[in-house]
């Protein structure tokens, strides 16, 4: 290649003088040369002789020509370009300064103004290119240049021709669109259309790097960190460098959602929401660990793994055991359904203060919800000798349950009752039933159990009504139930403001909106703390709320000693309630104690057998303590119980890429 310049020289003799080399990279090599027509200095852009190959002349020149018509403050103009003897170049500005990768290289760590100055000024850039149909596919510190205090994006042209050409063509050249540090997955994963979102992505990583001093995703390899891009959760930059305001870390978080529909809709979008810098919130923090625990928290929330799950059981001796299946809504308002999911819950609660008995977990015994499944299958699967179901008609202010308990082993109906009561009666039936139930097995009640096996959260039918309704909200986790749950909390408190359940209930959704993207956490953390306070204060006993303020310490506030003091209350409250054990175990995760993070969701698991989340969340732990083999057993677990969760693909695909094995995990991925 030493013959290279002076090959390019002889061809370009009549209009450009070479000086120097600039720099090369994997597509092209940069000289500095003179304009002899103009009398000024210019960069040269030469393409690689075997990408011009693949390329091709016309189709370079075609691209290049749709590039060099955007003119734009922020774009590094074309002014020339062409073939000479067989080379494809085109010619740029010569700027003085120096490229943002060279600053970087200087500084890792941008001032936090500068940097959303620079993102802003790209992203002003993208935004007009995308408006004229050219998308970038390269965005990188190498290609934004810094001049005269501003951001200039440079080499718009190469990507187009590259994507024009085909992978037909460039398989034997090496070279693929994009840089894996800042590629999008759906360019990791060779997606065929790609748009202006894939630039944004890739802009958020370029962000992030100047915030944090790295790109979001590191890696051994290409192929490592393309993976990263396409499993990994985002580690959070204020873990990192707490000097980030709020706003801008969500902005950059939204950036880089794993889906371009869950991304800002435009460049300019985004520029716009790194405005709103707001203010760090004044709350003390604990140092910032590796940022690898609260990212993979919120993706394992995401996820979908809180759900409502509330005295669980294990396994055991079965004929000491039942499981109360959801109760059926009789009639036909579709309104009634979180009632009638409710009475469960309450009777699960209930049955699980009798001494000696194992009650079902919420999650497994709701697996059955809908499903036509005989009595005694699902006493063998959840290991249970009793199975209670039954059903719910309201109409107006009256209240018909019919309840059944029914021997899982034969079959035979051991009890059966109705009861026609007002409405508000709710917790009397419930404590009827659960009294009924405890006849029927001959099991004796302890004095305190004796006294209330049903103890009214409130005395507001209303109220509970209306704290059903958030329930059933909340377990559906997307934004729109999670606003309207908060919206059902919020009521019931406004008719009962003694009702603690409710402010646990508005703390979880508050928390959880926050945790999952849905709202900047600045703006309701300090509502979500506000409502478990509250909730403490009336009711200090409350499991539900001890485990909502380890959940805000944990995954809000990065307070790990307080959340785990917070969790152990909870569990010596009730050492069999499942995502107590679940947010123990990323508490582990975060203080580097993994064994003991393993066994907290074994723990979670064995409570919980046919909870989905609970499983995803143990094949998480396997591979995050490197266990890749147990956690690839673990994924196919779960694949078994639900081959459509989608998590279950990227346990299966992490797993499946630290043991080597590439082409499953692609397969896996495919599937998601």
Same mark, same amino acid.
């Given at each position: ?149 501003? $951001? ?11 994507? #024009? @050409?085909?992978? =037909?063509? %460039? !398989?034997? /050249? *090496? ?79 939204? $950036? ?11 460049? #300019? @979008?985004?520029? =716009?929401? %790194? !405005?709103? /810098? *707001? ?394």
């Amino acid at each position: 290649m030493a013959e290279t310049p002076a090959r390019l020289q002889a061809a370009l003799v009549a209009r450009y003088a070479l000086d120097r080399e600039l720099g090369h990279g994997g597509m092209a090599t940069v000289y500095l040369a003179q304009d002899l027509k103009h009398g000024r200095p210019v960069a040269i852009k030469v393409l690689r002789p075997e990408l011009a190959a693949a390329l091709g002349a016309e189709r370079f020149l075609r691209e290049i020509e749709i590039a060099a018509r955007l003119t734009h403050p922020h774009i590094l103009p074309l002014h020339d370009s062409g073939e000479a003897n067989g080379f494809l170049y085109y010619v740029m500005p010569y700027l003085e300064g120096e490229s943002l990768r060279d600053r970087l290289n200087r500084e890792p760590q941008l001032p936090v103004e500068e940097a959303v100055r620079i993102a802003r000024e790209v992203a002003s850039a993208l935004s007009y290119a995308h408006s004229h149909d050219v998308v970038h596919r390269d965005i990188k510190p190498e290609n934004i240049l810094l001049s005269g205090g501003e $951001a200039v994006v440079a080499d718009f042209g190469i990507a187009r021709a590259i994507v #024009a @050409a085909g992978t =037909e063509k %460039l !398989t034997d /050249t *090496g070279l693929a669109v994009g840089t894996p540090g800042y590629m999008s997955p759906e360019q990791a994963t060779a997606e065929a259309h790609i748009d202006g979102r894939a630039d944004t992505y890739a802009l958020g990583c370029v962000l992030y790097e100047m915030l944090a001093g790295h790109p979001p995703f590191l890696g051994t390899t290409a192929q490592e960190v393309l993976a990263r891009h396409t499993l990994d959760p985002v580690p959070p930059l204020r873990t990192i460098r707490r000097a980030v305001p709020p706003a801008v870390e969500h902005a950059v978080f939204k $950036a880089l959602a794993k889906s371009p529909a869950d991304r800002f809709p435009s460049a #300019a @979008a985004f520029s =716009e929401a %790194l !405005t709103q /810098t *707001g203010a760090p919130p004044s709350l003390t923090r604990q140092a910032a660990r590796p940022a690898v625990f609260v990212a993979a928290g919120v993706a394992a929330l995401v996820a979908g793994y809180v759900l409502l799950t509330r005295r669980p059981g294990s396994s055991g001796d079965p004929a000491r055991s039942i499981a109360v299946l959801p109760f059926v809504n009789i009639g036909a308002d579709p309104n009634n359904e979180p009632f009638s999911d409710g009475m469960s819950e309450e009777l699960i609660t209930a049955l699980a203060k009798v001494e000696g008995l194992r009650v079902t977990a919420r999650t497994s015994a709701f697996s059955f919800k809908g499903k036509e499944v005989d009595v005694r299958e699902i006493g063998n699967k959840l290991n249970v000798g009793y199975v209670l179901e039954g059903s719910v008609r309201r109409a107006g202010p009256r209240l018909r349950v019919s309840a059944q308990l029914i021997n899982a082993t034969t079959g035979y109906h051991l009890w059966s009752d109705e009861y026609d009561r007002d409405a508000g009666d709710v917790f009397a039936v419930q404590d009827e039933i659960t009294r009924a139930i405890v006849g029927a097995l001959r099991l004796k009640l302890s004095g305190a159990a004796n006294a209330a096996l049903v103890k009214p959260a409130t005395g507001n039918a209303e109220a509970h009504d209306l704290y059903l309704q958030g329930r059933y909200f909340f377990a559906k986790r997307d934004s729109t139930s999670l606003r309207k749950a908060q919206d059902y909390f919020e009521r019931a408190i406004a008719d009962d403001p003694s009702y603690a359940l409710a402010y646990a209930g508005l703390s979880d959704a508050y928390s959880h909106r926050a945790v999952f993207g849905y709202v900047p956490p600045h703006d309701i953390h300090a509502k979500a703390k506000q409502a478990v306070l509250r909730a403490l204060a009336l009711d200090s006993t409350l499991v539900e709320a001890h485990t909502s303020l380890g959940f805000i310490e944990l995954f809000l506030e990065w307070d790990w000693a307080a959340a785990g003091r917070e969790f152990d209350r909870a569990l010596a409250l009730d050492a069999r309630y499942p995502p107590a054990h679940l947010f123990r175990a990323w508490y582990f995760l975060a203080t580097d104690r993994m064994t003991d993070a393993v066994g907290e969701v074994q723990t979670a698991v064995r409570l919980d057998p046919f909870s989905l989340v609970n499983n995803a969340r143990l094949a998480s732990m396997l591979y995050y303590a490197r266990r890749y083999n147990e956690a690839l057993a673990q994924s196919r677990r779960l694949l078994e119980m639900d081959s459509m969760f989608f998590q279950v693909r990227v346990e299966l695909a992490r797993a499946y890429l630290q043991l080597g094995q590439c082409d499953e995990a692609l397969a896996a991925m495919k599937h998601a």
